[in-house]
């Protein structure tokens, strides 16, 4: 960092935050303005000279409009007042601040998006398949998330959750993206939000019906369902989203019976196996989860996910040998895998094989150190003496 260039920089200039800046908070980041020689103001008035608008999530108010602050500044600038917007990324590109703090270089896995959103995994996956969120980088099928992805996926749930529609947020994006253009507000997220399939509803007689009123699924009997399909003949990709929509809405049982249209009409989508595998465990069917998890890595060789599940259902079906094999090739592909470490460990300490466990916990504790589960793992190691050898 080139202090002196950057106080230059901010000598005298009264500066305005909005919305939540991901480097760090408000609090620090008015520290630095003043270290640099500027000061912070509550708002944009008429002699402030910048406003940074935060990179966490989108700048929007719960109303889904942009926020008070960002339209101040714009009605200052129609008025000729020589404010400034900048994003939170060039503010600190011109300041010549490039190193990112620890919480922005982190990178989360799909367990760890789905808990810090509170999102089941198959949705996160049906977002990836419609093209919603994409991951900074995939290894043999583990994705990895950014924060800011992390913050701007949960901005976007809360404001749909909250009754706001895709087409409210979609011309405050607009807005955004003409304001601030060099700041990707990802346009294209929510056109296909738009276009995604409504929930179904549950009609009085109990089948499924999309809101126009087609039909989709039928019921013979509780203990043998059977499908229908509506009028026009659906891809898988559409099996898939309906899938997760009703899983979404706790329907559990039909939710596995669009899954299973999805790979009737796909078989060779390792997904698609993925998906169906997981339903299904979550409704304690091991043994038909275990199938679509063999058939997933079949498919697929290097999908580690499959692997870790497939190690999962194995343990809990008393085979643990095969288990700690697929768990053990799970980190052969992806070695850092938190949650192989965390469930390889957890198997080989029910097994009574507590030193083979031992490099796995600490292995987790390194990567994931501060989650409920670490304090699991610090127990099963006895506590700090382990963690000191580690």
């Not at 998006?113 to 099928?141: D, F, K, M, Y």
């Amino acid at each position: 960092m080139q202090q002196g260039g950057a106080t230059a920089k901010l000598r005298g200039k009264r500066v305005a935050l909005t919305g939540r800046l991901a480097a760090m908070t408000h609090r620090e980041a008015a520290q630095l303005i003043d270290e640099l020689g500027g000061s912070v103001v509550q708002a944009p008035t008429r002699d402030t000279d910048l406003l940074v608008v935060g990179g966490e999530g989108l700048p929007l108010d719960d109303d889904g409009q942009p926020t008070a602050s960002l339209r101040a500044a714009r009605k200052l600038q129609s008025l000729g007042y020589a404010i400034e917007i900048l994003s939170e990324d060039a503010f600190f590109e011109r300041l010549q601040l490039q190193e990112d703090p620890p919480q922005v270089r982190r990178r989360y896995t799909m367990v760890q998006l789905s808990r810090i959103l509170g999102v089941s995994r198959q949705r996160i996956r049906a977002w990836l398949r419609a093209g919603l969120i994409e991951p900074v980088e995939t290894v043999h099928r583990l994705a990895y998330f950014d924060y800011q992805q992390v913050s701007s996926a949960k901005m976007l749930a809360d404001l749909i959750g909250s009754g706001l529609t895709p087409a409210h947020i979609r011309e405050s994006l607009s807005r955004l993206s003409r304001w601030l253009p060099d700041t990707d507000f990802s346009l294209a997220q929510l056109s296909l939000l738009q276009s995604r399939r409504q929930l179904c509803v549950r009609l009085e007689d109990g089948r499924l019906a999309e809101p126009s009123g087609q039909l989709l699924i039928t019921f013979e009997a509780e203990d043998n369902p059977t499908l229908a399909l509506a009028a026009t003949e659906k891809t898988a990709e559409q099996w898939f989203q309906e899938a997760a929509d009703l899983e979404d809405a706790g329907f559990f049982e039909q939710a596995v019976d669009a899954y299973r249209a999805a790979v009737n009409c796909d078989p060779h989508d390792a997904v698609l196996q993925f998906s169906l595998g997981n339903l299904l465990y979550s409704l304690s069917d091991r043994a038909e989860a275990r199938g679509h998890f063999r058939q997933a890595v079949e498919l697929e060789p290097s999908y580690v996910e499959a692997w870790n599940n497939l190690g999962n259902v194995l343990a809990e079906m008393g085979q643990t040998e095969e288990a700690a094999t697929a768990l053990r090739y799970a980190l052969h592909l992806v070695p850092d895998y938190a949650d192989a470490h965390f469930n390889l460990a957890s198997i080989l300490t029910a097994a009574g094989r507590s030193s083979e466990a031992a490099p796995h916990w600490r292995a987790y504790l390194r990567l994931d150190p501060h989650s409920l589960w670490a304090e699991e793992a610090r127990l099963r190691l006895g506590a700090a003496p382990a963690e000191r050898q580690a």
